[in-house]
């Protein structure tokens, strides 16, 4: 951390920052110019980080040189981490394929939207039992049926299923169904639910908040890992935008920018960024294009009939076309990279 101090400070203050510093057991190293007087701090950053330097008279900058989502970023960690799951695998070299419906609504529709998004290659099944709605009066999901529902198609299939969890109480019960679990955007910053999620040891696949920045998301894979869990996939899936054309702003700018900070892998959900199935395949490819290591896509057998977000789903053929293009996307970005275990 480097601590600057003002034209004005004192000799006084530029001690009691010294001071400070040495009361802490870390070293200080002053450097001073005529503008601006410089003290690097040496030692270790948790200690550092927790004493409020900028509170102290003469200061006008704390610049921290290490991220503070320490866990998460490529400099704590700089080969790319892979997230597996059954035959599913996110990063390093791996393009995971998650798809399936929003909700789980019947056996009957599971069945259906499994077998196909199967055929098509997809490697995980996903499949909400606990919707996030912005209205109470809206299809909340089947919850423990639609986890049964959802396990025994992806059993079925030979898929790992992926769901929502909103609660922590309902971890354990979702813990028993589900081979991931899956943050939403609504939820990326509700730091009791990483928290207990980090506990779970299983995969996690984080969704970014539609205001939050790429940072605010890293910092929430800090809470999971904090917690001595890695497996953590990173999900954009859109931001609050101006423009009412698409649901959200697709930023797929995310994707490198994550990519330069932390070694986890990202996937992209071109379904809820866009909302427009006519937009997801272009956008699925701008994602796997910029890096992404996986794709999310909501594909549904009857739109017309859907629970939710029927109006962004593809079809299950549509889908089939979209996954052979990810995967020729994916071998050209990836041609020079070589694939790690
Ligand atoms: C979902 O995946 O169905 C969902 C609600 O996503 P998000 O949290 O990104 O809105
Ligand atoms: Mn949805």
Do not use: W
């Amino acid at each position: 951390m480097i601590i600057i101090l003002g034209a004005q400070a004192t000799d006084q203050q530029v001690d009691d920052v010294i001071e400070r510093i040495e009361s802490l057991g870390l070293q200080a190293h002053l450097s001073r110019g005529t503008y601006r007087t410089v003290i690097g701090v040496i030692g270790d950053e948790d200690k550092i980080s927790a004493a409020p330097f900028e509170a102290i008279p003469g200061v006008v900058q704390v610049v921290p040189v290490l991220p503070p989502f320490k866990l998460a970023s490529s400099e704590a960690h700089p080969k790319p981490s892979i997230v597996a799951t059954g035959n599913a695998k996110f990063g390093g070299g791996h393009l995971g394929l998650i798809a399936g419906p929003c909700a789980v609504e019947t056996e009957a529709q599971m069945d259906a939207i499994g077998r196909a998004v199967s055929e098509a290659g997809a490697s995980v099944l996903r499949g909400g039992a606990f919707k996030p709605r912005t209205s109470p009066y809206a299809f909340q999901g089947l919850a423990e049926e639609g986890l049964k529902i959802l396990a025994d198609t992806g059993k079925k299939y030979g898929m790992p299923v992926v769901t929502e969890v909103l609660d922590p109480r309902h971890i354990e019960l979702i813990d028993r169904y589900a081979d991931m679990f899956q943050i939403g955007a609504r939820n990326m910053q509700n730091f009791v639910l990483l928290t207990e999620v980090g506990r779970a040891q299983k995969p996690v696949l984080l969704k970014r908040g539609m205001s939050a920045t790429v940072k605010d998301l890293l910092m929430s894979a800090e809470y999971i890992l904090s917690q001595g869990n890695p497996h953590v996939i990173l999900c954009e899936r859109g931001v609050k935008g101006f423009d009412s054309l698409t649901r959200n702003l697709f930023d797929v700018a995310a994707v490198p920018a994550i990519k330069s900070m932390s070694h986890l892998p990202v996937v992209v959900d071109p379904s809820h960024a866009t909302g427009r199935p006519d937009f997801i395949p272009a956008c699925a490819l701008a994602g796997v294009a910029a890096g992404a290591d996986g794709v999310h896509i909501e594909v549904h057998n009857a739109p017309a009939e859907a629970l939710s977000d029927g109006p962004q789903a593809l079809l299950p053929e549509q889908y089939a076309q979209l996954a052979d293009q990810l995967r020729e996307m994916f071998e050209l970005v990836n041609k020079n990279t070589p694939k790690t275990l």
